[in-house]
């Protein structure tokens, strides 16, 4: 949802107890023409990283996906991003995941909610245990990823596209963890937020931070999306009235 800066946020490496929080990093905002229409049409999202990176170079280039979509369109997405029409920003890690599945041209178009995400898991090389290069930052820069994946769009197949992917956010997980570590001094680390409904980032995670010796906490009786994030507002709100600061 909408942080306290206005834009959407999401992918967020907080250090935090029930009455203050430090959102210490995130992964780049980007912008989301079309506003909610991005969770349907993941080639918004797919169109808006490509621009990010490339400019408008990016509509001359051998993309599938850039191919089936109307150039007028393309268009008015760029105009509503240059404009700032209905274009909110969102560091949200769903949006990454939509617009890769599009960029990829697994899934320009959603059927039903989060189909883009999970087709992405679905199709992963197990056997691949290769990664991007990356960086890390305040925020997380994503072009040197989306550079590296456009490139390797009919050199490798999707499966190993996804499964490169996939270990690449597991990477800068674990990197940013350990960089939050070196500066706080703290060991306990929480992974929630829909994206950890994606079972192999979920499992890779925590194993990875576990080698790291870590405490790692994960959601069990509560939901790790929405719900879980509703149920700690009220924990929040239940401790700040507590201590009188509500």
């Known amino acids: 949802g909408y942080g306290d800066d206005g834009n959407i946020w999401g992918s967020e490496f907080m250090v935090c ?3 203050s929080y430090e959102r210490y990093s995130h992964f780049e ?15 918004r999202v797919g169109v808006s990283y490509l621009y990010n990176v490339f400019g408008k170079d990016f509509i001359n280039m051998d993309l599938k996906f850039i191919d089936n979509i109307e150039k007028k369109n393309i ?16 560091s949200g890690a769903g949006r990454l995941f939509d617009g890769i599945a599009a960029i990829i041209n697994l899934c320009p178009v959603s059927s039903y909610h989060a189909e883009a995400p999970m087709r992405l898991e679905s199709i992963i090389d197990h056997k691949c245990t290769d990664i991007y290069n990356f ?7 994503l072009k040197s990823l989306i550079e590296q994946i456009v490139m390797d769009i009919g050199k490798k197949s999707l499966p190993v ?7 690449t956010i ?19 680390i929480v992974l929630s937020g829909g994206s950890f409904q994606n079972r192999y980032i ?16 994960i959601p069990s009786l509560i939901p790790v999306n929405d719900g879980g994030i509703a149920l700690g507002q009220l924990a929040v709100a239940a401790k700040r009235r507590q201590k009188g600061t509500l």
């Not at 905002?29 to 506003?35: A, H, V």
């Not at 960086?135 to 820069?141: A, K, L, N, S």
Request: proline share 7%.
């Open 202 to 217: 979920l499992s890779k995670t925590e194993t990875e931070l576990l080698k790291q010796n870590f405490e790692v906490f």
């Open 17 to 19: 107890d029930l009455e």
């Open 135 to 141: 960086e890390t930052g305040r925020p997380v820069p």
């Open 75 to 90: 268009a008015l997405m760029l105009d509503a991003i240059d404009k700032k029409i209905n274009s909110p920003l969102s």
């Open 29 to 43: 905002y980007i912008p989301l023409p079309g506003g909610d229409k991005v969770t349907h049409e993941p080639w």
């Open 161 to 167: 596209i996804s499964a490169k992917f996939h270990n």
């Open 170 to 188: 597991i990477a800068i997980i674990c990197e940013m963890a350990k960089e939050m570590r070196s500066l706080y001094k703290i060991e306990k």
